[in-house]
């Protein structure tokens, strides 16, 4: 599972974590939601705007859904304790397709073969619009095409 913490000036901080142990798509979404809480309490975040693709989550802890399974009770509870740590917080429903990268984090987590703890420090993704390598020549030195030598040879 997985949760990316965004600071107003843009900076993504992932945070994730391997379940192991038995559990529903429910408790695993109250898992993520809670670690990105706990998460923004250690750096001392006091207002905090939460937008996710958990909808059970986001629902019921804006109101909006009651609480029907007895299994999450105890995860909604601390999820309420938990919130009265803010000053401000917000939760806001946010489509899947839009939380791509919590997603990918999640899928990653669950990949890796992690027996205590592994810490990798934040991710750099950047976007190439060219290859790293490419070939800087503009003229052959015996000015025949760069393909001479394979046309001739395909030829024969």
Same mark, same amino acid.
């Given at each position: 599972?997985?949760?990316?913490?965004?600071?107003?000036?843009?900076?993504?901080?992932?945070?994730?974590?391997?379940?192991?142990?038995?559990?529903?798509?429910?408790?695993?979404?109250?898992?993520?939601?809670?670690?990105?809480?706990?998460?923004?309490?250690?750096?001392?975040?006091?207002?905090?705007?939460?937008?996710?693709?958990?909808?059970?989550?986001?629902?019921?802890?804006?109101?909006?859904?009651?609480?029907?399974?007895?299994?999450?009770?105890?995860?909604?509870? +601390?999820?309420?304790? &938990?919130?009265? /740590?803010? =000053?401000?917080?917000?939760?806001?429903?946010?489509?899947? %397709?839009?939380? #791509?990268?919590?997603?990918?984090?999640?899928?990653?987590?669950?990949?890796?073969?992690?027996?205590?703890?592994?810490?990798?420090?934040?991710?750099?993704?950047?976007?190439?619009?060219?290859?790293? +390598?490419?070939?800087? &020549?503009?003229? /052959?030195? =015996?000015?025949?095409?760069?393909?001479?030598?394979?046309? %001739?040879?395909? #030829?024969?």
């Amino acid at each position: 599972m997985g949760a990316v913490l965004i600071s107003p000036g843009g900076q993504h901080y992932p945070v994730a974590a391997k379940l192991v142990f038995p559990c529903t798509n429910n408790i695993v979404e109250y898992e993520a939601c809670i670690l990105g809480l706990q998460a923004v309490i250690d750096m001392g975040v006091t207002r905090l705007k939460v937008f996710g693709d958990f909808a059970l989550i986001i629902f019921q802890t804006v109101g909006e859904w009651k609480m029907r399974d007895a299994k999450l009770l105890p995860y909604h509870e +601390y999820l309420e304790e &938990l919130v009265e /740590e803010f =000053d401000n917080i917000s939760f806001s429903y946010l489509s899947r %397709t839009n939380n #791509q990268f919590a997603d990918a984090l999640a899928t990653l987590s669950s990949m890796l073969q992690v027996t205590d703890g592994l810490e990798i420090e934040p991710l750099k993704i950047e976007v190439s619009r060219r290859p790293v +390598y490419c070939i800087a &020549l503009t003229d /052959e030195p =015996d000015g025949k095409p760069w393909y001479h030598d394979t046309k %001739t040879y395909i #030829q024969k």
